[in-house]
Every structure is written in C-alpha cells, then in structure tokens.
T-cell receptor
Framework: NAGVMQNPRHLVRRRGQEARLRCSPM?????VYWYRQLPEEGLKFMVY????????ESGMPKERFSAEFPKEGPSILRIQQVVRGDSAAYFC????????????FGDGTRLSIL | DQQVKQNSPSLSVQEGRISILNCDYT??????FLWYKKYPAEGPTFLIS?????DKNEDGRFTVFLNKSAKHLSLHIVPSQPGDSAVYFC????????????FGTGTRLTVIP
C-alpha cells in the first residue's frame, strides 16, 4: 500500500507511559481520520483533522487523548498515561475530501499495554 | 448505540457461487455507504460505494444494492473466489466526502474451494 503510512506497526507500552502513533496520508490528501478497533468490534471514529485544524473530535475520549496534523509532517495521535483498556488497533485514514471520494486506510498500529 | 449493523458475524459460500452480505442502518441522515474488505493485520481496503440517489452500483464482480425505505444495503459478490475470504465491513456517512464513517461490526466471509 503506497498510500496511507502508519508507524509503528506494533507498539508496546507499560501502564502510565505515553504512546505516540504516526500517520502520513496518501499523496494529495489533506483530510485525516483516526479510528480505533477493539477485538471483535468494528472501527470507531475518533477524530478528523485537516492541516493544522481539528475538524471533529467527537469520538475522542475527553482525557489523555490528543491529535494533531501539523503543517509539516505526519498526523500524530497521542495517548498519555496509557491504561490496559487502551489496547487496540488504531487505524488512520485519509481522503481528498472531494465529492464522493472514499477514505483510504493504513495498516494500523497495534497498541499493547502491559 | 450501533447505528450500522451487520447481523451475520460469518458466512460460508462455495467457490463460484454468489456471496450476499447484508447491512442495516438506523440513522436516516446517512446518505453515503461503503463496503470495505479487511485481511488480518492489514487495514480496511475500499471496495465499492453508493450514494443515496442510487439504488445500485456495480464494479466487476461486486454489486451494492441500497434500499433506503428499509434502511438496508447488501453487497453481492459473484462469482465468489477463495481470495475473497476476509472480513467485510459496511460503513455509512451522513454526507459524501469529508466526514467520519460509522462502521458495522463486520462479517467474516469464507469461500470454500
């Protein structure tokens, strides 16, 4: 997938540490979305960003979670003071935001909390 | 509150036959629907979409049908191939383009050679 790039693919953290997940959108895409998938569940929307702006963060937990999409560089999803319940697959998607262009997904970051 | 539902967690189909995956939604504001296919340890891959102004969209072996009055859509794959074995997610959005997607819980399709 030469499109949406996520890193790292796997991330292990101990309770109380910080997790940083990175996402580079497809070339030409300026809209980035983060989703979380718990085991045996569908993807749940977290946040939608455009360059330097958070457009919709209605799916983000109120505490410990933050996201940014700076003018230069990848989008970052940051989880502070991680807890066991944060263990999940985190997927990033991007789109051109035009008409009926679909969102394209990266391969995700699997976050495991010890 | 699960606004997009896929009530069949799994489906097995013989190679060459038709696979029909179903999806129901509750939010009447949804007007853009997508199907994604997902292999283990990979991200969802976009398959096909349909907007609410249509009732059918076809792309090769894949056809999506939309029944707005019943708030129901389905994905038909014909003929089914072993490589189609994956988890299929239905997703919906209140408008086309830049907006978040609401996903169903997925249906695991197994195509038996």
């Amino acid at each position: 997938n030469a499109g949406v790039m996520q890193n790292p693919r796997h991330l292990v953290r101990r309770r109380g540490q910080e997790a940083r997940l990175r996402c580079s959108p497809m070339k030409g895409h300026s809209h980035v979305y983060w989703y979380r998938q718990l085991p045996e569940e569908g993807l749940k929307f977290m946040v939608y960003l455009q360059k330097e702006n958070i457009i919709d963060e209605s799916g983000m937990p109120k505490e410990r979670f933050s996201a940014e999409f700076p003018k230069e560089g990848p989008s970052i999803l940051r989880i502070q003071q991680v807890v066991r319940g944060d263990s999940a697959a985190y997927f990033c998607a991007s789109s051109a935001g035009l008409g009926d262009q679909p969102q394209h997904f990266g391969d995700g970051t699997r976050l495991s909390i010890l | 509150d699960q606004q997009v539902k896929q009530n069949s967690p799994s489906l097995s189909v013989q190679e060459g036959r038709i696979s029909i995956l179903n999806c129901d939604y509750t939010n009447s504001m949804f007007d853009y629907f997508l199907w994604y296919k997902k292999y283990p340890a990979e991200g969802p891959t976009f398959l096909i979409s349909i907007s609410s102004i249509k009732d059918k969209n076809e792309d090769g072996r894949f056809t999506v049908f939309l029944n707005k009055s019943a708030k129901h859509l389905s994905l038909h794959i014909v003929p089914s191939q072993p490589g189609d074995s994956a988890v299929y997610f239905c997703a919906a959005s209140p408008e086309t383009g830049a907006n978040n997607l609401f996903f169903g819980t997925g249906t695991r399709l197994t195509v038996i050679p």
